[in-house]
Every structure is written in C-alpha cells, then in structure tokens.
C-alpha cells in the first residue's frame, strides 16, 4: 500500500520546500523505499510552459515531453530517477479536467463546484501515482505559501484525503520559517505558531514541522515550537542554511527526518541509509583541487534561476573533475565585436545558453566568433547551437546575413528554420519538440569520447532545427554533425574539428544531469576548461 506525505510552505515562499522533499525522498530512498515526489502548483497556466523564465524561472522538460516546474529538476537530481507529466499538476490542468468532464456531460446535470468536483479532480490527481503500484511513497510537494487564496482547494484536498486515508497513510509536513531578530539577538516562534494556526483552521494539524533558520534552534526553542503547534519534540526538525544544497540530505538525515516520518506512516526502518556515493560526491564538491572560470552568456541572466539545470550540471560535473567551477553570467546583450575580448579573454570557457526571440542574440553571435577563432572551450545549447551554426554560416561559409527563421523570416540563408510539420501550429502552449528523441553519435567524434557509446537519448524544447540543406558545406568545411536522429535525420550535436573543444546540442543536456550521473558532455566541457587553465600557464 502506498503512503502519502504533504509538503506544505508557511510564513513566506522561497524556503525551500522542494530541496527538503527531495532530500527527504533521497533519505527514504537510500533506505530501500521506492520514492517519487510530484509537485501541485496553484497558478492558473495548464504547464509552466508558457511562462517567462523571470516569471517562475527555468521551465524543466521531462522524459514524456511536460513542461514543469523547475523543482522537479531537483528531484530527478537528488533521486537519479525520471519524473513526468503526471509529477506536476496545476490549477489550470485540474480546471481543465473538471471543465472537459462538464462538457462531456460526466456530472449528470449536477452543478460543478470548487467542493467537491475540484478538490475530487486533485486528489484523483494526489492518488495517480501511488495506483500504478510502482512506489511505496509518495511526497507531495504544494505550491504556494498556507494562507494564499489560490491554494485553498489543494489544501482542502489535502485535509479530505488524510481524513479518507487515516494519519498512518497520509502524514503533513509543514515548513516553516524561524527569523532571527538581530536587534533582540533572538530566533522568533511567533510567524510558526501563526502559520500552523492557519493550517489547523482549514483542519489540518501538521505532523512534523521543518523550521527553517540560520542559527541553530535551542532545545527551548524545540519545546516552545512543539507545545504551542502541538507535534511531539521530535517531531520538530531544524533546517539550518547550508553552504550547498546537497549537504540537506545529509542535516536531514542527522535531524533523524526520515526516522520520524517512517515512525509516522508505521513503516519500518529497515536498513539505516546508504549515503556513501552521495558523501563522495559531496567530498569532491567540497575539496576541489583546481578552478575554472566559465562563462555563461544569455539573455535571462539576471535571474539565475532562469538556468538553474545548467547551473547544476556544472555542480555536478565540477565534482566529477574535483574542480570548482565559478560561473559568470554575461547578459548576451552586453557583448558587442569592440568589446568581446574584454568580456571573455579571462574565461576558460563560454556556454551559450538557451533561449527564445531575437534580444542578445547577435550578442551570442559574436561570443561564439570570438572562441571560436581563439581555441576557447565552446558549449551551445539549443538556441546556443544554433547560434553556432549562424556564426559559423556567417563567417566561415561566407553566407551572409544567414539567420534562424525564427529571427529573420526573409534571411537569404534560413540555416536554421522550422520543421514543415511545425509550420501550421498556432497554439503557443507544448507545440515545441518536447521531451526524449534517440540520437546516434558517429564514431571519432568528441560526442562519441564523452558519451562512450553510438546510442544516445536526449530531452529537447524548441520548434526550430538545422537546415539539411546546408550540411554537406558545413562538414567540408570543418563544423560536423557529430549526432543524428535515427529516424529524421535531424541534426542534434555539431561540433568542429579542429578545436580544443568545440560542441553543440540541439537538446538540453543540462535536464539529465544528476548527482550521481553528471552529463557527460559537461564533464568533458569542464575537463576542456581545466586543459585552457594549464595552457595559460
Ligand atoms: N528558440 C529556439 C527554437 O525554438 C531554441 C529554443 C531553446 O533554446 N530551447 O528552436
């Protein structure tokens, strides 16, 4: 039988609700439990798709091609397990649900309300993964801070199912925020009490409560927070600041969070965790034995978490090199031909970043020439690659004004342009290619190396591609396609031959890239940055 835990969020948003879910599930993991968690988020857009990454930042693609919220990034980086559409419902898709049901006539002449046809949409939702049998816990992860208006249904839903499943299937987490008051030099419990009061005001009393804080919580402290929110002691978890989000698991672990949670749902302990792989990483993470510079030129650079996978995949492929990898974000806009030696001269290599429309990217353009002729590390992902393929049209080809379709609709050279069944789509929401294709690597290639094998399979999010037509001149004059799809043909890595490392993806390898299987491509990227380091010296 499966059993469920609610993550919810009190005081304020932005305190990490979905890294203590996905470190929780990490515990419960390394101790043999079959986990998975999915997040219920309470804005009205069926998918983040259509978001704007300085509206909700980086959209993570899954395997099945949904567009999701970026913690689900997290989880598939904590648990080295893939997720899918079904791990992030909104409030649009249950509306959607509910409103399609209608049509069809499905609720009989009855009038459709929030109670009981809404909050029955989301726990049918709560429920979906646990009945496929495949997990024995499911974590579920709620958008948006108690006390919001707009996640009133979840949290309603969320009462009925713990009262339907009984307190030792169903269990609510509830994290909450400790402040420090510098001027008293105190920890204040007063916005915890609030906030579990408000829960318990829609019926929910919280089983454990993860304060978060940035000094240690005091025994006193524990016994206040426990009284007056009515959880037994242990049931009080401090979660301190820490340096990097990998070391959560291992706070988590010695708070003795999964033990209380098992102890909750009357499941056994089984085996204490096995957290070896994951204190190497974290050894290597922490005691690099050289630096790289690498800078990553986009266009939403002002919000980091806008690309928060790559971000990661350089966490993760950092430690496999025992290297710290400092990023620098250049907003793509800023480079210009004058000064682009300026921007990236100190650099040990250059990520083009991915991205959508026209502003900064002949910024991209430029960025890429200039590593280009100076032998600096190159990695381009998705638009980056295609901007590759421009840049290198442009100036080595001699194909003036070449461009994407997608920026210049008339450009004499559509090096890039839209697949013809794309063509007729007008709909914005997940019209792109979405989600795994196959990729075959050809051999003797810097694909190949890294990758170690011919049969690859990478997540993609865009509607544009390289032009066909174009790649006999690319190859004959040194920038290959190094990766195919077996079945279209497509072009999905480029890369140049003669080159310190010179390599770009159609696809998103930042989104598979985990803790415990960093990407290969940014492991050789990061090794290639390490080689330029040496160079200069
Ligand atoms: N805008 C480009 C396209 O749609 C690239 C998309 C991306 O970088 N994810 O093809």
Redesign the pocket.
């Known amino acids: 039988m499966t059993k469920y835990i609610f993550v919810t969020g009190g005081v304020t948003s932005s305190l990490g609700k979905g890294i203590i879910s996905a470190s929780l599930a990490k515990l419960l993991q390394a101790r043999g439990y079959r986990v998975t968690i999915q997040k219920f988020d309470p804005y009205i857009n069926i998918d983040p798709g259509t978001l704007n990454p300085y509206e909700h930042g980086e959209c993570f693609v899954t395997e099945d091609g949904a567009e999701t919220d970026l913690d689900l990034g997290h989880y598939e980086r904590f648990l080295n397990s893939p997720t899918s559409q079904a791990n992030n419902i909104t409030t649009g898709r249950i509306y959607q649900n509910v409103i399609n049901k209608e049509r069809h006539g499905e609720y009989l002449g009855k009038t459709v309300q929030v109670v009981p046809h809404i909050t029955d949409e989301i726990k049918r939702n709560m429920r979906a993964l646990g009945e496929t049998g495949e997990y024995d816990i499911i974590i579920t992860e709620l958008g948006g801070t108690v006390g919001d208006i707009e996640s009133l249904p979840f949290i309603e839903a969320v009462r009925q199912f713990k009262w339907e499943e009984g307190s030792n299937n169903a269990i609510v987490i509830h994290l909450t925020l400790i402040p420090f008051l510098a001027a008293a030099g105190e920890l204040k419990t007063k916005p915890t009490q609030h906030s579990v009061k408000a829960l318990l005001e829609y019926g929910i009393q919280p089983d454990i409560l993860v304060c978060r804080t940035e000094h240690h919580i005091s025994n006193d402290i524990r016994k206040k927070i426990a009284l007056f929110c009515n959880v037994n002691i242990n049931a009080v978890i401090e979660s301190i600041d820490a340096s990097s989000i990998y070391s959560v698991p291992l706070l988590m672990l010695k708070e003795q969070l999964d033990k209380t949670v098992l102890s909750k749902l009357k499941l056994p302990s089984k085996n204490e965790p096995d957290m070896e792989s994951w204190k190497d990483f974290l050894g290597r993470l922490k005691n690099p034995t050289s630096e790289v510079r690498i800078g990553l030129v986009g266009k939403y650079v002002e919000l980091p978490d806008a690309y928060k996978s790559i971000t990661e995949a350089f966490i993760h492929a950092g430690a496999k090199n025992e290297c710290k990898v400092r990023v620098e974000y250049i907003p793509s806009e800023s480079i210009h031909p004058e000064n682009v030696k300026d921007k990236l001269n100190h650099l040990d290599g250059v990520l083009v ?5 026209s502003r900064g990217i002949e910024g991209k353009i430029d960025a890429i020439k200039y590593v280009r002729e100076n032998n600096i590390p190159f990695f381009g ?4 690659m ?1 901007c590759a393929v421009i840049e290198f049209g442009r100036n080595v080809l001699g194909f003036e004004n070449a461009n ?1 379709t ?1 920026i210049d609709e008339s450009t004499p050279y559509p090096v ?1 342009n839209m697949m013809e069944d794309q063509k007729s789509v007008t709909n914005k929401g997940g019209t ?2 979405l989600g795994a294709y196959p990729c075959e690597l050809k051999k003797g290639t810097k694909a190949f190396a890294a990758y170690g094998k011919s049969r690859i399979s990478e997540r ?6 390289f032009n066909n037509k174009y790649l006999q001149a690319y190859e004959e004059a040194g920038l290959i396609a190094s990766g195919l799809n077996p079945d279209s043909g497509l072009v999905e890595i480029v890369e140049l031959k003669n080159h310190s490392f010179f390599v770009g993806g ?1 696809f ?1 390898p930042e989104l598979k890239s985990t803790v415990a299987n960093p990407h290969p491509l940014f492991v050789k990227f990061v090794a290639a940055a390490m080689e330029q380091v040496k160079k200069k010296k």
Request: include cysteine; proline fraction near 4%; charge should be positive.
């Open positions: 970043a991915p991205g959508f429309g992902i998705c638009l980056g295609q994407t997608e890039i792109m290619r993609h999010r865009h509607r544009y591609e159609q998103h």
